[in-house]
């Protein structure tokens, strides 16, 4: 029996067209399975039930009048880190936990103008500063693959509630990986579009050269269908891109056959779980076999994309998040001495402990004596990466490889050494450094725990990743598998 | 590389973060790990090389003229504060 839950964003919309369903019966139906389900999987911090059902008849009417909107009536959660108008907007931080958004993001004004039903907000890692979705003062979230596991973070919140079958899309954000380590972990498909293809006005900025917003959806054709939605120029975002959108559905049939695929060597190298590397090499084989070329390609500086990242990123953070002073909103400490004090106890007190020790890092690279030494031979560096990269797009269309070095790993086994935690990055920062497009979709399991393939392609190249991971898609099912408990 | 117990309190100071007693030692401990762990960069060849600050290559700042867009929403954006009077925020006193 096909339940509601069970079927794509493009079938949902296909179906509320046609009228077999409405919206609000879809919308009444998320909203049951998630007061039932969520509870155990802590993956939304707000539920909008009432704003659901009111979006949700809005949509209904729209649809009876041909007036909708491409996503109208669909249901989705908003990452926690995406500004709500009228709705709390948390971050995942103590900082926040009492701050209703002014005004909306972007991104949610552009999806809720293509007719969106939001019902809530996804919980994640606090101020999107980690893997695993366990430092949220909301508390960790659990992988619906096994509940003892993580999900992977930092849009931990957002993959849970997906792949638990509570909304068929989420909004997330990816600034070293934090869209395409928890598709890989919960079995969904995660995109990173290009830095500055989204607008990034009304996100929560934690590193502002990095971050970009993304979505998790089950299929390629679903992310496609959103990104079309949400990317373009914003002149509220002094880093948008002014590019044209193209269709994103419209290229998703291209033959892959003739197709280059650069195997990258450093990928390959220690650090890779087994029997991940292959089901990495036997996706490959679907591509052979569709008529793609493999080709070896090496970049021999992203072995210090971690180390670069963790200088860089702590050091933008550390600016941003200079604006949480206990003035103006946010947290604020009781009876504050004088301004000093105020400052200290406030910040000290809404940010937790990841997020104090990477504002540290980054106080001290910026610092005076240190920041020639750290930061500026950090930004070199980040050159030498992409310089890397560009040359390797000189030879191949898309890189493949695995998005994660492991699959999900248990709650608390990596909490006590930030290094253990910052390695599940390992692969995906690069693209994050280089600005590039990348997108992780589920090719088999481990153990029972998903397995994630990433694809990078080069700047605006979204269509083309869409594409390609389209057509494997379309020769394998393990986009379609659920979570046991979750059907 | 080895942080001290002083170099955290005046990292802490610059980042107006107010770390306690306890809470010391496990910072100095984590954040020695990590610039240890990042002094792997040392060994990069970066001398005839540009520092990349962002991914947009060729983009500049847009400039736009210096005209006012947007409506007075102040007393939407106070709500958040924790202490407004009189359209300002209330802070300790900062002139002795």
Redesign the interface.
């Known amino acids: 029996m096909t339940e509601l839950h069970h079927l794509t964003l493009a079938q949902l919309n296909e179906g509320l067209r046609a009228r077999r369903f409405s919206s609000v019966e879809l919308t009444r139906h998320f909203l049951a399975r998630i007061e039932r389900l969520n509870p155990a999987l802590n993956a939304l911090i707000t539920v909008t039930g009432e704003q659901a059902l009111a979006a949700a008849q809005r949509a209904d009417a729209l649809l009876a009048s041909g007036e909708a909107g491409a996503l109208a009536g669909l249901p989705l959660v908003h990452k926690d880190i995406f500004c709500t108008d009228g709705v709390l907007t948390t971050c995942g931080s103590r900082m926040l936990s009492n701050f209703v958004a002014p005004y909306d993001a972007t991104v949610v004004e552009r999806l809720s103008q293509s007719g969106v039903v939001m019902l809530g907000k996804a919980n994640m890692d606090e101020f999107a500063m980690g893997s695993s979705n366990e430092t949220s003062f909301y508390g960790a979230v659990k992988n619906p693959w096994d509940l003892k596991k993580v999900p992977g973070g930092s849009s931990g919140g957002s993959a849970a509630a997906v792949a638990a079958r509570l909304a068929p899309v989420a909004t997330a954000t990816d600034t070293g990986g934090s869209i395409r380590q928890p598709a890989a972990l919960t079995g969904l498909t995660g995109l990173k579009p290009t830095y500055g293809r989204v607008s990034r006005y009304g996100m929560i900025a934690f590193a502002s050269s990095l971050d970009q917003a993304g979505t998790l959806t089950y299929t390629a054709k679903d992310a496609a269908l959103v990104l079309r939605e949400m990317a373009g120029f914003d002149p509220r975002d002094s880093t948008s891109v002014d590019a044209p959108v193209p269709d994103y559905v419209a290229e998703l049939d291209q033959p892959v056959r003739g197709l280059k695929i650069g195997l990258l060597k450093e990928f390959f190298e220690q650090g890779l779980e087994e029997q991940t590397a292959k089901l990495i090499r036997e996706a490959l084989q679907v591509y052979e076999r569709l008529g793609a070329k493999l080709i070896e390609v090496s970049l021999p500086n992203l072995p210090l994309s971690v180390p670069t990242y963790y200088v860089v990123a702590p050091a933008e953070c550390s600016s941003n998040l200079s604006r949480f002073d206990g003035v103006r909103f946010g947290h604020r400490c009781e009876q504050p001495k004088d301004l000093l004090d105020l400052y200290k106890r406030s910040r000290g007190e809404g940010f937790g402990d990841e997020v104090k020790r990477r504002i540290m890092t980054g106080t001290y690279v910026l610092s005076a004596g240190y920041y020639d030494a750290y930061y500026l031979r950090a930004q070199k560096v980040r050159r030498l990466i992409t310089d890397d990269f560009a040359r390797a797009f000189g030879e191949v269309d898309v890189l493949i490889g695995p998005t994660s070095p492991t699959p999900a790993f248990d709650i608390g086994a990596k909490v006590d050494d930030p290094i253990t935690m910052y390695l599940n990055d390992i692969y995906t920062i690069g693209a994050n450094l280089a600005g590039l497009p990348a997108l992780s979709i589920p090719c088999g399991t481990v153990g029972g725990l998903p397995v994630g393939l990433q694809i990078i392609g080069p700047h605006f190249a979204e269509g083309k990743l869409l594409n390609v991971a389209h057509g494997y898609q379309n020769e394998t099912l393990w986009h379609r598998d659920m979570p046991k408990g979750y059907e | 590389m080895s942080l001290t117990r002083n170099?955290?309190e005046n990292?802490?100071h610059?980042?107006?973060?107010?770390?306690?007693e306890e809470?010391l030692p496990?910072?100095v401990d984590?954040?020695s790990?990590?610039?240890s762990?990042?002094?792997?960069?040392?060994a990069?060849q970066?001398d005839a090389?540009?520092?990349?600050?962002?991914?947009?290559a060729g983009?500049v700042?847009?400039l736009?003229a210096d005209e006012a867009l947007d409506a007075d929403?102040h007393a939407?954006?106070?709500?958040?504060?924790?202490?407004v009077e009189a359209d300002l925020?209330l802070?300790?006193?900062?002139i002795e």
């Open positions: 170099d955290v990292i802490a610059l980042a107006r973060l107010a770390i306690s809470q496990v910072y984590s954040l790990k990590i610039f762990f990042v002094e792997q960069l040392n990069a970066v090389v540009e520092p990349m600050a962002h991914p947009l983009q700042q847009r736009r929403n939407k954006y106070q709500r958040n504060a924790p202490r925020y802070v300790p006193k900062v």
